[in-house]
Each structure stands twice: as structure tokens, then as C-alpha cells.
């Protein structure tokens, strides 16, 4: 599928020319909507319309107050909400999975999944994508205008709102432990991939640290353990973010000091090291990795 896509930024771009949006942890899916047919379908090309009746269902229900804009096309981020600024990427993905109706209907049931739209790229069948960006989010808003829909995050279509203030939307984001933000530029084109300076992902790092007791050998991994008082707490696997040299440092500690335990060394808790991850989510990091200036804190081997 031929998607634009985020570009990954430490910084916030500022100024009259952007608009901040939620950034949501999902799948990425455009919906095509026409008088004929619902499809869901994901970045990747997979046909998910079978797994999220629900959002089939609200489109048949408004489809007679918008049927003189179809056919139309969305961008969005499909979603399972734990509240209005984080989703649950665990359920939606358990979700993506199933395959047995009676057991996706009763699914949907308990925990509805919803499309978070962004974008629109094709209105009345009319390609918008050569349309600058504000222009495009203004025809997204004439389309959720015209539905029977709640301003909540409730409802199985629900579009993500444009901010003007960066650093008031990232500490509610923050505050509410989600994913990041996206950064768009309003005169924005839709294209394809990230050969752009148009559209950046800052996600909600939050920096803690731990021990790193293990290494694997076969896939490169190091094992990060807390304490919760005296106890130890595996809290995850890590091993992007290292320079190739403080990585040859580490290996050669975990094999000089380390017993050997098949594919795995371990050491006892002795070198600390920062993480960055967005959440710990049952005892597990979330998209954890070395910072840029990651480096062992202390080592007393």
C-alpha cells in the first residue's frame, strides 16, 4: 500500500506552518468506503475487514447521511483505546489474529476497536492527495460533520483533532503515558514512504535503569532487570541504541566474566545502564532502547 509515512525526530518542529496530532500505537489501515463494500486494510497490505465488524457496522449505519461523498478513502490508525491518549497495541494485535467469527464478534462486544482517521485522500472518488494537507483534514471534518457521531473516542470512527500548541498536546501525552506525537506540515502533499521533511513521530520516551544480567549470543540481546526492593524483576530485552563499541565492551565483559548458559551469558546485577521506553506494560517495556549517549554507567565485576 502506498502510504505516506511519520519520519522519526528527537525535536519538535515549531512555527506557523505545523500542526500537532496524537500519534496512536496500532495498525496503520486506510478504510475504502463505498455505496458497494467496507474494506479495512492494513500498510502491509492485509485485508482486516473480517476482524473489526464493528467499524463495518457504524459505516453501514451513517452511510445514507453521506452517501453523496462516496466513494471515499481514509487514513487512519486502527485502535483498541485505553482512553482518549493511549491505545493498547497488545489487544488490537490479539484481535488481528483471530480468526474464528463467534470469537471476534464477542471480541468486538467487550472491548470495540475504532478507527482514529487523520487523512483523506479520496472524496466522491476524487484523489486529494496533491491537495495540501490542511485542505485535506478540512474534508475529513465536512465528512464527520455530516455523520450521526459523538465527539468521543467511543465510537468506531472518531478523527484525531489538529493541535496548534506542541508542547501543550506532549504534556497531555505524556501525562497520559501514550505513544508521542506527529508534527505535520500544513502545505503538505500526501506521499509515499518517508522521502519527505513533512510529517515527524516524536514519541514519549521516558528513561529508566536497570541492570543487564544476560546476553544472547544468537540474537544479540541483552536482559534488563530491576530491583523492586530486594527483589529482582526482569523487565524486558534490549540491544538497539548501543555504539558498535560500547556493544564490544559489553560482550566482552558478559564473555570474560560471564557464565556460559548454552547460547546465554549472565552476569550478576553489576552494569547499569539507561533505557528509554514508552511505558512498562505488565512487568514489560514497551519499544525499549539504548539512548544516543547510552554508555555503561558502573561496572564492579
Same mark, same amino acid.
Given at each position: 500500500m502506498n502510504i505516506m509515512k511519520p519520519v522519526s525526530s528527537e525535536a519538535v518542529p515549531y512555527g506557523e506552518a505545523w500542526v500537532y496530532e496524537v500519534k496512536y500505537d496500532g495498525f496503520r489501515c486506510v478504510l475504502d468506503w463505498d455505496k458497494e463494500s467496507v474494506r479495512l486494510t492494513s500498510k502491509n497490505n492485509k485485508d482486516l475487514t473480517n476482524n473489526f465488524p464493528e467499524i463495518i457496522a457504524f459505516c453501514r449505519e451513517q452511510q445514507e447521511l453521506v452517501n453523496d461523498l462516496l466513494p471515499v478513502q481514509l487514513d487512519g490508525e486502527l485502535v483498541i483505546l485505553n482512553h482518549p491518549y493511549q491505545a493498547n497495541f497488545p489487544l488490537v494485535q490479539k484481535r488481528g489474529r483471530l480468526k474464528n467469527k463467534t470469537s471476534i464478534e464477542k471480541t468486538a462486544q467487550l472491548r470495540p476497536a475504532s478507527l482514529q482517521a487523520f487523512d483523506l485522500l479520496q472524496q466522491k472518488g476524487k484523489d486529494y492527495r496533491s491537495n495540501p494537507y490542511h485542505e485535506r483534514k478540512e474534508k475529513l471534518r465536512g465528512l464527520f460533520e455530516k455523520m450521526k457521531v459523538e465527539n468521543n473516542f467511543h465510537q468506531p470512527i472518531a478523527m484525531i483533532e489538529a493541535h496548534d500548541n506542541a508542547d501543550a498536546l506532549q504534556e497531555i501525552v505524556f501525562n497520559y503515558k501514550g505513544e508521542g506525537i506527529i508534527a505535520k506540515r500544513k502545505s503538505? /502533499?500526501?506521499?509515499?514512504?518517508?522521502?519527505?521533511?513533512?510529517?515527524?513521530?516524536?514519541? %514519549?520516551?521516558? +528513561?529508566?535503569?536497570? =541492570?543487564? +544480567?544476560? =546476553? %544472547? /549470543?544468537? %540474537?544479540?540481546y541483552f536482559t534488563v532487570h530491576v530491583y523492586d526492593d530486594t527483589d529482582m524483576i526482569e523487565v524486558g530485552k534490549c540491544k538497539h541504541g548501543l555504539t558498535r563499541e560500547t556493544v564490544g565492551t559489553l560482550k566482552d565483559l558478559f564473555f570474560s566474566k560471564g557464565e556460559k548458559q548454552g547460547e546465554t551469558y549472565t552476569l550478576p546485577p553489576a552494569i547499569c545502564a539507561a533505557v528509554r521506553t514508552l511505558d512498562l506494560y505488565k512487568n514489560e517495556l514497551r519499544e525499549p532502547e539504548f539512548p544516543d549517549y547510552c554508555r555503561m554507567l558502573h561496572h564492579r565485576i
Amino acid at each position: 500500500m502506498n502510504i505516506m509515512k511519520p519520519v522519526s525526530s528527537e525535536a519538535v518542529p515549531y512555527g506557523e506552518a505545523w500542526v500537532y496530532e496524537v500519534k496512536y500505537d496500532g495498525f496503520r489501515c486506510v478504510l475504502d468506503w463505498d455505496k458497494e463494500s467496507v474494506r479495512l486494510t492494513s500498510k502491509n497490505n492485509k485485508d482486516l475487514t473480517n476482524n473489526f465488524p464493528e467499524i463495518i457496522a457504524f459505516c453501514r449505519e451513517q452511510q445514507e447521511l453521506v452517501n453523496d461523498l462516496l466513494p471515499v478513502q481514509l487514513d487512519g490508525e486502527l485502535v483498541i483505546l485505553n482512553h482518549p491518549y493511549q491505545a493498547n497495541f497488545p489487544l488490537v494485535q490479539k484481535r488481528g489474529r483471530l480468526k474464528n467469527k463467534t470469537s471476534i464478534e464477542k471480541t468486538a462486544q467487550l472491548r470495540p476497536a475504532s478507527l482514529q482517521a487523520f487523512d483523506l485522500l479520496q472524496q466522491k472518488g476524487k484523489d486529494y492527495r496533491s491537495n495540501p494537507y490542511h485542505e485535506r483534514k478540512e474534508k475529513l471534518r465536512g465528512l464527520f460533520e455530516k455523520m450521526k457521531v459523538e465527539n468521543n473516542f467511543h465510537q468506531p470512527i472518531a478523527m484525531i483533532e489538529a493541535h496548534d500548541n506542541a508542547d501543550a498536546l506532549q504534556e497531555i501525552v505524556f501525562n497520559y503515558k501514550g505513544e508521542g506525537i506527529i508534527a505535520k506540515r500544513k502545505s503538505s /502533499t500526501y506521499r509515499e514512504g518517508k522521502s519527505h521533511q513533512d510529517w515527524f513521530k516524536i514519541k %514519549n520516551w521516558r +528513561t529508566m535503569y536497570g =541492570f543487564l +544480567t544476560h =546476553f %544472547n /549470543t544468537k %540474537n544479540g540481546y541483552f536482559t534488563v532487570h530491576v530491583y523492586d526492593d530486594t527483589d529482582m524483576i526482569e523487565v524486558g530485552k534490549c540491544k538497539h541504541g548501543l555504539t558498535r563499541e560500547t556493544v564490544g565492551t559489553l560482550k566482552d565483559l558478559f564473555f570474560s566474566k560471564g557464565e556460559k548458559q548454552g547460547e546465554t551469558y549472565t552476569l550478576p546485577p553489576a552494569i547499569c545502564a539507561a533505557v528509554r521506553t514508552l511505558d512498562l506494560y505488565k512487568n514489560e517495556l514497551r519499544e525499549p532502547e539504548f539512548p544516543d549517549y547510552c554508555r555503561m554507567l558502573h561496572h564492579r565485576i
